[in-house]
């Protein structure tokens, strides 16, 4: 793909949204169509330095789609932590050729520091905390520290954990956007067929929330969708979405 996996470089900034400025924006959207409201936003460059972050996972074709059609040029930041799965890999670039992604970028974990404190590449074995902040929450905050927004493919429905998720939310300074909080499954299984989205190629065995590949299982009919991610482990989340924790320096 070229300049589709050129890597990013951090940029110093410091954003400014408050509290207040989420709570005008959940209410100014309030049950405004996803599409039209990202349209919006774009067209008014309300959001400002603004990127997708992506897994690439099971349900991610659906807010990809809904972005690229309202401006394929806002980036998107995938965090390769160098243990993922050659499928999502795979998927990754069929989803950035089909939607017609303009500005598709990598961040990887930082060489010396996996030296550091993952030279065997084992530590997801034992304490997949550090793991995910050394291979996903310290590359992501250095691509983040360039933007003043980001956008979330979170949902409520994949968790008890992730519940009453609002469209816009204020991490640290930066607005975060989740555009698909209110989505449920029928929602996002009903786009993917209007649209003729590919799926991912490991949904099919039982994967229905795709991580890194040492830590994440199929799931069991009448699981958690996200059941699959850290089994065994009494861990939710790798920590992005977590407010107030600051990964590794």
Not at 89 to 101: K, N, V, W
Not at 122 to 149: F, H, M, N, Q, T
Request: aromatic share 8%; with cysteine.
């Amino acid at each position: 793909m070229g300049e589709a996996a050129r890597r990013i470089d951090r940029i110093d900034t410091a954003p400014a949204f408050m509290q207040a400025d989420a709570d005008a924006l959940n209410a100014r959207f309030a049950g405004v169509d996803t599409l039209d409201m990202l349209r919006q936003l774009f067209a008014e460059d309300i959001l400002g330095r603004v990127a997708v972050v992506s897994s690439f996972g099971t349900e991610s074709a659906v807010l990809l789609d809904l972005v690229a059609r309202a401006d394929a040029s806002v980036p998107v930041v995938f965090v390769d932590t160098l243990k993922m799965f050659p499928e999502t890999l795979a998927y990754r670039e069929t989803l950035i050729e089909q939607l017609g992604i303009e500005n598709a970028s990598v961040v990887q974990p930082d060489a010396a520091r996996l030296a550091e404190r993952d030279e065997s590449g084992l530590r997801w074995s034992y304490d997949p905390d550090g793991c995910c902040e050394i291979r996903k929450v310290e590359p992501l905050a250095r691509a983040k520290a360039g933007l003043d927004s980001w956008i979330s493919g979170r949902k409520a429905f994949q968790s008890s954990t992730r519940q009453n998720i609002p469209r816009f939310e204020v991490e640290d300074g930066r607005l975060k956007l989740n555009p698909l909080g209110d989505w449920v499954k029928a929602d996002l299984e009903a786009y993917f067929a209007e649209r003729d989205l590919p799926r991912h190629p490991l949904e099919a065995q039982g994967y229905l929330s795709v991580g890194c590949a040492p830590c994440t299982s199929p799931v069991a009919p009448g699981e958690d969708p996200r059941a699959g991610r850290w089994r065994g482990w009494d861990k939710t989340e790798c920590g992005i979405h977590q407010p107030g924790v600051e990964p590794f320096l």
